[in-house]
C-alpha cells in the first residue's frame, strides 16, 4: 500500500483528487493540507493538516499538489527534496523555467514527477481516439475540440479569475486540449493563437480559439465562457468521412454529485450523446467507450511499483507548458509561431 498526501483542498482537491485516489488499489490517502476550516467529515480516517512542513513528517510515499498555479512550483520542488514522488495538477508551473527546473530535480532525485492529465481518459475523447485510430475517416485533415460552458458571470474572489500568473481558462482548460491533440497527431509545426476576455469586468482570459498547424492537419481548440455547450464537443473530417459528437464527458459532473468512481456505472453515458461516423458507406451512431480518471493514478502507482512506464512523462508534459506559452506569446503579437525557434 503506498501512502498519499493531498495538498490542496478547494475544488481541484476535493473533486478530482481525493474521491480518484481513493478509488485506486494500492493507493491510500492518509493525509490532505487543508490551510483553513474544519476536516471534511466524509473522510474520518485521513488525517488533515495545516502545512505542507506537517505533512512531510508523515510516511508519505506520493504527494499531491492541487494548490493555486502560482504555488505549484514552490511546493513539488519542497516535496521532491524531500524525497518524494510528485503529482502537480495542471498546469504544470508558470514558466518554462520553473517547470524544467522540477523535471532535473526529479531526475537527480530519482523520483517521479507528473501532471494530472486526466482528461485524456474520458469517455468522449478514448472515443475519438479510437475512432481516429481504426482508419475509418481516411486521412485527418481538420480535428476541433470544444469545452464550452455559459457562465456570464464572474467568481467573486476565484483565483482563477484574478491576475495572478497562470490565471485564466488558457492555462486552466489548455493544458487538456493540447494534451489531447498531442496524444493524436504530436508536437505541431506552429501555433496561431487568439486568447481573449469576452465576459464583461473579466481580468483574465475566458475565451480562447487556438489553432495547431501540422503538414496535413489542422487542430482547432475552443473553449468560451458565453457559448452554451449545444453544438458538437468533437468534429474531426478527414478524406473518407468525419466523426461528430456532442455532450461533456460524464465523470465531472458525477464527482461534483458525490458520486465515486467505484461505484457501478456511476459515470454512463445517455445513447443520445453517442457520437455519429458519418462515411460514404453510410451513417452510424458510435457508442461511447468507458474510461475514467482513476487509470491516471493507476499508471503512478504502476511507475511505483516498477511495473509500468509513466504515461504522462515529464518530457511530455515540458512539451505541454511549450506549447501553452507559445500560444499565449502568438496571441499576444497576434502572429503564428513556429515550434521551432
Same mark, same amino acid.
Given at each position: 500500500?503506498?501512502?498519499?498526501?493531498?495538498?490542496?483542498?478547494?475544488?481541484?482537491?476535493?473533486?478530482?483528487?481525493?474521491?480518484?485516489?481513493r478509488?485506486?488499489?494500492?493507493?491510500?490517502?492518509?493525509?490532505?493540507?487543508?490551510?483553513?476550516?474544519?476536516?471534511?467529515?466524509?473522510?474520518?480516517?485521513?488525517?488533515?493538516?495545516?502545512?505542507?512542513?506537517?505533512?512531510?513528517?508523515?510516511?508519505?510515499?506520493?504527494?499531491?499538489?492541487?494548490?493555486?498555479?502560482?504555488?505549484?512550483?514552490?511546493?513539488a @520542488?519542497?516535496?521532491?527534496?524531500?524525497?518524494?514522488?510528485?503529482?502537480?495538477?495542471?498546469?504544470?508551473?508558470?514558466?518554462?523555467?520553473?517547470?524544467?527546473?522540477?523535471?532535473?530535480?526529479?531526475?537527480?532525485?530519482?523520483?517521479?514527477?507528473?501532471?494530472?492529465?486526466?482528461?485524456?481518459?474520458?469517455g468522449?475523447?478514448?472515443?475519438?481516439?479510437?475512432?481516429?485510430?481504426?482508419?475509418?475517416?481516411?486521412?485527418?485533415?481538420?480535428?476541433?475540440?470544444?469545452?464550452?460552458?455559459?457562465?456570464?458571470?464572474?467568481?467573486?474572489?476565484?483565483?482563477?479569475?484574478?491576475?495572478?500568473?497562470?490565471?485564466?481558462?488558457?492555462?486552466?482548460?489548455?493544458?487538456?486540449?493540447?494534451?489531447?491533440?498531442?496524444?493524436?497527431?504530436?508536437?505541431?509545426?506552429a501555433?496561431?493563437?487568439?486568447?481573449?476576455?469576452?465576459?464583461?469586468?473579466?481580468?483574465?482570459?475566458?475565451?480562447?480559439?487556438?489553432?495547431?498547424?501540422?503538414?496535413?492537419?489542422r487542430?482547432?481548440?475552443?473553449?468560451?465562457?458565453?457559448?452554451?455547450?449545444?453544438?458538437?464537443?468533437?468534429?474531426?473530417?478527414?478524406?473518407?468521412?468525419?466523426?461528430? @459528437?456532442?455532450?461533456?464527458?460524464?465523470?465531472?459532473?458525477?464527482? @461534483?454529485?458525490?458520486?465515486?468512481p467505484?461505484?457501478?456505472?456511476?459515470?454512463?453515458?445517455?445513447?443520445?450523446?453517442?457520437?455519429?461516423?458519418?462515411?460514404?458507406?453510410?451513417?452510424?451512431?458510435?457508442?461511447?467507450?468507458?474510461?475514467?480518471?482513476?487509470?491516471?493514478?493507476?499508471?503512478?502507482?504502476?511507475?511505483?511499483?516498477?511495473?509500468?512506464?509513466l504515461?504522462?512523462?515529464?518530457?511530455?508534459?515540458?512539451?505541454?507548458?511549450?506549447?501553452?506559452?507559445?500560444?499565449?506569446?502568438?496571441?499576444?503579437t497576434?502572429?503564428?509561431?513556429?515550434?521551432?525557434?
Open positions: 500500500m503506498l501512502n498519499v498526501g493531498l495538498v490542496g483542498f478547494g475544488f481541484a482537491g476535493k473533486v478530482f483528487h481525493a474521491p480518484v485516489i478509488a485506486v488499489d494500492g493507493l491510500l490517502l492518509t493525509t490532505i493540507v487543508q490551510r483553513h476550516g474544519p476536516p471534511d467529515p466524509r473522510y474520518p480516517d485521513v488525517e488533515f493538516v495545516r502545512s505542507v512542513d506537517q505533512l512531510l513528517e508523515r510516511k508519505i510515499d506520493l504527494v499531491v499538489v492541487a494548490t493555486p498555479n502560482t504555488s505549484h512550483h514552490p511546493i @520542488k519542497q516535496c521532491l527534496l524531500a524525497g518524494h514522488h510528485v503529482v502537480v495538477d495542471k498546469p504544470f508551473t508558470t514558466t518554462f523555467a520553473e517547470a524544467r527546473e522540477l523535471v532535473e530535480l526529479a531526475r537527480t532525485q530519482r523520483r517521479i514527477v507528473t501532471v494530472y492529465q486526466d482528461r485524456r481518459y474520458t468522449d475523447f478514448a472515443t475519438v481516439r479510437h475512432v481516429v485510430g481504426e482508419g475509418d475517416l481516411g486521412r485527418i485533415a481538420t480535428y476541433e475540440s470544444h469545452f464550452d460552458r455559459f457562465r456570464p458571470e464572474l467568481k467573486p474572489n476565484a483565483w482563477r479569475e484574478q491576475a495572478y500568473p497562470g490565471s485564466g481558462v488558457w492555462f486552466d482548460i489548455g493544458p487538456h486540449l493540447f494534451d489531447q491533440a498531442l496524444l493524436l497527431f504530436g508536437v505541431p509545426e501555433i496561431g493563437a487568439d486568447i481573449r476576455i469576452e465576459r464583461d469586468g473579466a481580468v483574465v482570459d475566458d475565451a480562447f480559439d487556438v489553432t495547431l498547424y501540422y503538414r496535413h492537419v487542430a482547432v481548440l475552443r473553449v468560451s465562457m458565453l457559448r452554451p455547450p449545444v453544438g458538437p464537443t468533437w468534429m474531426v473530417h478527414g478524406t473518407k468521412g468525419s466523426f461528430i @459528437k456532442s455532450g461533456m464527458d460524464s465523470q465531472e459532473a458525477a464527482l @461534483k454529485e458525490g458520486r465515486t467505484d461505484e457501478p456505472d456511476w459515470d454512463s453515458e445517455p445513447p443520445e450523446l453517442y457520437g455519429t461516423l458519418i462515411t460514404s458507406d453510410g451513417t452510424r451512431t458510435v457508442p461511447t467507450l468507458r474510461s475514467s480518471f482513476v487509470q491516471y493514478y493507476e499508471n503512478v502507482r504502476d511507475v511505483m511499483l516498477g511495473t509500468a512506464e504515461a504522462v512523462s515529464p518530457e511530455w508534459s515540458l512539451d505541454v507548458m511549450r506549447g501553452l506559452l507559445l500560444a499565449a506569446e502568438s496571441s499576444r497576434r502572429t503564428v509561431l513556429p515550434w521551432s525557434q
